[in-house]
């Protein structure tokens, strides 16, 4: 079984390692120059104090040609638009194509993809692409997926052929796997941004605190979602877990790059907006987020 991998960033990276122990790998790069690297040195894993170096397969996207059984698509939420195009102007029909996108705002975007099978999944690693050819496994976790569109199986069997060190679970129910990670970066993410403190800090705060649950209470509104105590639960347990760590969003905006707010925010405002519903909260919280993405890019108008 080949599996194809598109971006090689921290998950593209993290993915191709661990698979090419039980698959043949094709990485797909945005650039020449990073292909060739690959190429040259493997990729170097690094966890803890240990390090080892995984051999795969590199080559720019623009040479991708859907000839791979499973490929896995490994850019962020706002990178997808033009690998649908590229997808869609393929001739041929490719068989199974797996998405690992934080938030659930391009899941409206897939449904016209040409492929037999779609598959979705949240990942519960943390990953850091440290150079061209080297990244940093820094929390090991599980990858949770389940299909958007045809059939199971062939994700069943990719799972069964994944090393035991890295599993992919397989979920009966796509949405509620995604809306459980949803809630998660919905709060923490865009909080620690905007208040530019580490996960921890929203918990250790009481004020934090208030702010944390408030929101909380309007996603799971928009959601319809029983059971609060179960999510808050949730995501307080994270908040505790990952207290050191600063979110996705936060490094984005410190790095000046753009965030998955749209994904992850965008998406509950649509939903509110289709039910009518005041969303003060999230309203707010999503233009700051615009705001400083706007002010740490230097993008005025
Ligand atoms: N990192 C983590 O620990 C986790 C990440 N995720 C999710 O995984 C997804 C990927 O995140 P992550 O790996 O961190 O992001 P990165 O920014 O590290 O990686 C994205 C990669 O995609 C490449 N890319 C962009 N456009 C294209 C294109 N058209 N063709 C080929 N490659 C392209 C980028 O290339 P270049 O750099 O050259 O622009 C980059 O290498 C996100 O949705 C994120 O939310 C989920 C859980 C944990
Ligand atoms: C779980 C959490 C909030 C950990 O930082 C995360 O997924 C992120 O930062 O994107």
Redesign the pocket.
Known sequence: MKIGI?????????FASYLSKTFEVNL????VE?AADINQYGILIKKGSEQSIAIVNAC??RE?AGLDDFTII????Y??Q??IE?IRFQSMVCENFLF????MGHLKWLENIPAKNLFVG????????EG?NVVYH??VGITNAAVLKGKIEPLRHFSDLTPKEFPILVKKDYREMMVN?LIV?AVINPLTAILGVKNGALIQNQYYYKVLVNLFLEICNILGLENQEIYLEQVLKICQNTANNRS?MLKDIEAG?LT?IE?ILGYLLDEAAKQKKHTPQIEIIYYLIKGKEQDERGDHL
């Open positions: 598109i971006g090689a960033g921290s998950i593209g990276l993290l797909y790069t945005r650039t990073q720019p996207v991708w490994a850019v962020k939420q990178q997808l033009s690998i590229t690992l996108q934080n938030g949240t990942v519960e690693h943390g990953a850091l692409k061209s820094n929390g990670k970066n996705s790059r998955e994904a």
